[in-house]
């Protein structure tokens, strides 16, 4: 009874579990739903699968081609700005530009007045015309001195000569006139005595009349010969006086004449000096005609005009008339922070995107800056004060446009500009 009992309540569970599962069997339509939905949860799975791969790929290209170039907005194009300012003072008679004028180099910007330059002119040529001559003059006087310096130093040595061979001929004749008065005082002397034998002889009758009048004649004539003689001597002397004088004058000729040389250099010298003075003159005459020249302003080099005059100024040195904008040779300064400086390099290509037409120009870096941005403000930072605050420095970075990317000349300096430098 029991294992009857047991073997009922054994077969009791196959019998549930047989009815269980006959009623859980699914049917045809719900398995076939969920085969679908089992189908749908796969290829939603690989759908999401190959989107993650595909936006890891573009992600990689995406930070690839970021990190490919270095940008900046704090960009600006630059470029030559010629302030042309007049050289000398005077009157604005015609201005030849308008503003925002394009002009080629060498083209007339405006002209000063030119008339009280033009008689300045003049005034140069009338005196160099004049310091020429006077040099020509001076320069003719130098041979001519030296030449008759030379003659009149032979003169007075020969003068010198001959006066000194005067003295010594005179000084011959004084001693003949010395030797003859000493000859015919002795003859007088002789005479004389005989003269007064005869006289007393003939007052004793000794002697004839005759021979007492012979010796007193004798007596006279040698007393003449005696004062004859005295003066030849005094005569000679003169002459010997008169030669010696000769000489000093010839001496004191000669020692002039001798000067020469000296005279001859001094006139040397101011020939120099006229030679100066036409260079000098030439000189000036060289800058009257600058100044003329200076009367027509011109245009450094080529580009769009901004002017500052107008006709009727009176204008002095220095004072600005006329800007030129280079706009043919425009580049971009770009301040890019210290942080990416890092890959970038001289010669790298850069795209610069201009705001002003929404289009792109191609260049390339040219050259780094020695300094950030701050060191060149009027009022540089103070970091020795000890409130310093670390801040991301600016460095400029100078870009030149690539040839003919310009030829329709639309960039104006100023203008805001995004440089990309292709880094990689």
């Known amino acids: 009874m029991a294992d009857q009992t047991q073997v009922e309540r054994v077969d009791a569970p196959t019998e549930n579990v047989s009815a269980t599962a006959t009623s859980d069997m699914p049917s045809p339509k719900l398995s076939q739903e969920r085969e679908q939905a089992t189908r749908r949860s796969s290829q939603l799975r690989w759908f999401l699968l190959g989107g993650a791969i595909v936006l890891a790929i573009v992600g990689f290209f995406v930070w690839r081609y970021m990190s490919s170039y270095e940008d900046t907005d704090d960009a600006e194009v630059d470029g030559h700005v010629n302030n042309v300012s007049a050289r000398i003072s005077g009157y604005i008679l015609k201005v030849n530009v308008d503003d925002n004028q394009y002009v080629d180099k060498g083209a007339v910007l405006a002209e000063i007045d030119p008339r009280d330059y033009q008689v300045a002119v003049e005034k140069a040529k009338a005196d160099l015309a004049d310091a020429q001559a006077t040099a020509r003059a001076m320069n003719l006087n130098i041979p001519v001195e030296t030449i008759g310096t030379t003659s009149q130093v032979s003169s007075s040595e020969a003068d010198l000569e001959s006066a000194e061979a005067g003295v010594a001929a005179?000084?011959?004749?004084?001693?003949?006139?010395?030797?003859?008065?000493?000859?015919?005082?002795?003859?007088?002397?002789?005479?004389?005595?005989?003269?007064?034998?005869?006289?007393?002889?003939?007052?004793?009758?000794?002697?004839?009349?005759?021979?007492?009048?012979?010796?007193?004649?004798?007596?006279?004539?040698?007393a003449a010969a005696v004062d004859s003689a005295r003066a030849a001597v005094a005569a000679a002397q003169q002459q010997v006086s008169q030669a010696k004088s000769h000489v000093n004058a010839a001496q004191a000729t000669l020692q002039y004449s001798r000067t020469g040389p000296q005279q001859v250099q001094a006139t040397q010298a101011r020939a120099r000096a006229a030679i100066a003075a036409v260079q000098q003159k030439q000189a000036a005459l060289d800058q009257a005609l600058l100044d003329l020249q200076y009367c027509t302003i011109t245009a450094p080099a080529a580009g769009v005009v901004n002017k500052h005059v107008e006709v009727g100024m009176n204008v002095q040195p220095g004072q600005t008339l006329v800007a030129v904008v280079q706009i043919d040779d425009a580049w971009i300064t770009a301040n890019f922070k210290e942080t990416q400086l890092e890959r970038m390099k001289v010669g790298q290509p850069v795209t610069i995107h201009v705001d002003a037409f929404g289009r792109d120009y191609q260049g390339k870096v040219e050259s780094l800056a020695g300094a950030t941005g701050a060191q060149?403000?009027?009022?540089?930072?103070?970091?020795?004060?000890g409130n310093y605050v670390k801040v991301v420095q600016r460095v400029p970075v100078k870009i030149v446009l690539d040839p003919n990317q310009n030829k329709d000349h639309l960039l104006r300096l100023g203008m805001s500009v995004e440089p990309k430098v292709w880094v990689k």
């Open 170 to 222: 005179a000084q011959e004749q004084l001693d003949s006139a010395r030797a003859q008065l000493a000859q015919a005082e002795a003859n007088n002397t002789r005479a004389q005595q005989d003269a007064a034998r005869y006289g007393a002889l003939i007052a004793k009758g000794e002697v004839s009349q005759q021979v007492f009048d012979q010796a007193q004649a004798s007596a006279k004539a040698n």
């Open 376 to 385: 060149f403000s009027l009022l540089p930072p103070e970091n020795a004060t």
